[in-house]
C-alpha cells in the first residue's frame, strides 16, 4: 500500500482551560470529514497539561508520548491555569509544552499571520497598512535560550543569579534557515533573517551561516534585520515581509506581535514541524480569564487544524476547505467578541462561531 493511501492516525490533546471549548468545533469536522469519505483518518485522545498533572502527576505523562510517537501529527488546544501556577517548574504545565515539542524534534514553528479582509478593521493598526497581510514568521523551537544550559538560579556570596543561556550550533541555524527558503519557495521568495548580531555571538553566527545557506537559493532573496528594528517594522510597515525567520527567543516575541496584527490572537494557527510527527496548536494559551464562558474564539484552533492537513497530511484541498469555510462566516459577519468591530452582524459565542463553521464547511 502506497503511503499516502495508508489509514492516518491523528492525537488529539485538548488540554486546559479554553482548550476544550475549542476542541469542539473540531471534533465534529472531523467525523465530517471523514464519514463522507474525504480521508482515511483515525484518531486518539490524550492528556497533556494541567489536567494531566491532575489525573496522574506529570503534565506529559509517558503514554501521551508513546501516542504521539504513534501519530502522523498531534492537535493541542492549550494548557495552563493559576490553579498550576504554584507548582515546581518540573511539574507546570508550560513545561509539557517545552516537553513534547523536544520529544517530537519539531524544532520549526511556522505561524502565517494572514489578514482575512474582512477582519481588517479589527486590528489596532490602520486598515491600509494590514489590508492583504500575508507573512509566516518561522521560529526556531528546540535551541536557543529556552533550553540553553547552564540555567538556573545560583547563590554566590548570599547574592542570587538567575542565568540562562543563548546557543545555537551551526547544524540548528542550517536547518531552520532551509526550512524558511523552502517555504519561501513556494511563496513570495523573500526570506528576512532576525538576529542581534550587532550584540550577541549566538547571532553573529546564525548571520554567518544563513548567508552560506543561501547560497543553495539564489532564486530566493534574503536580508537581514535586528530584532529590535524587526519589531518596530512589523507595526511600521508589516506588508514587507514574506517569510521572517529567527531564532527560540526572538520568534516567541515577533510571532505574538505578528498575531495582534491580524486582530486577535484568537485567529493565529501555528505548525511546528521538522521530526516524523507534526504538532499543530492556536497560538493562544488557555485563557483562564473567559473559559468556560462560551467566549472564546475556536478559529485559532479550527485553522490550526487545516494546517495540520496541509504540512502533515499533504491534503491542501482539506486545509483550503477549512479555511475558506471560516472565511465565509466572517464575510457573513459573525463575528466572536474578540474580533467584533466594523461588518460585524453577529456577535456569537465559541460553540455558535463552531457550528456555523461546521455548516458553511458541510455545505461546501
Ligand atoms: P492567553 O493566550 O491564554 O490569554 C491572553 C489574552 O487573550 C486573554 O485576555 C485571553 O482571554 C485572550 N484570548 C486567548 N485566546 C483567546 C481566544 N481563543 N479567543 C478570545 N480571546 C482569547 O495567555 P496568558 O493569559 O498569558 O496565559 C494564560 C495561561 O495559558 C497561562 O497559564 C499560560 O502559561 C498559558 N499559556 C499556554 C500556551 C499554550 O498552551 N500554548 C500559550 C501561552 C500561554
Redesign the pocket.
Known sequence: MNSKDRKKKILLLP?D??GPE?FAPVMKILEHIVKTGQIALEWEEGLIGGIATDRTGYPLPPETLEKADRSDAVLLG????PKY?TLPYDKR??RA?LGIREHLGVFANLRPARLFPELAASSTLKPEVISDLDLIVVRELTGGIYFGKPRGIFEESGVRRGVNTETYTEPEIVRILRVAFDLARKRRKRVTSVDKANVLESSALWREVAVSVHKDYPDVELSHMYVDNAAMQLVRNPKQFDVLVTGNLFGDILSDEAAQLTG???MLASASIGGKTGLY??????????AGKD????L?MILSLALLFRYSLDREDLAENIESAARTVLKDGVR?V?IQGKGTKKIVGTREMGERVFSALSKS
Do not use: K
Open positions: 488540554g482551560g479554553i475549542v492549550a494548557v495552563g491555569g501556577d504545565p508550560e509544552l486577535s490572537i484568537g496548536e492556536p497560538i493562544h494559551g488557555s485563557a483562564p480569564d473567559i467566549m472564546a474564539n475556536p485559532a466572536t474578540d
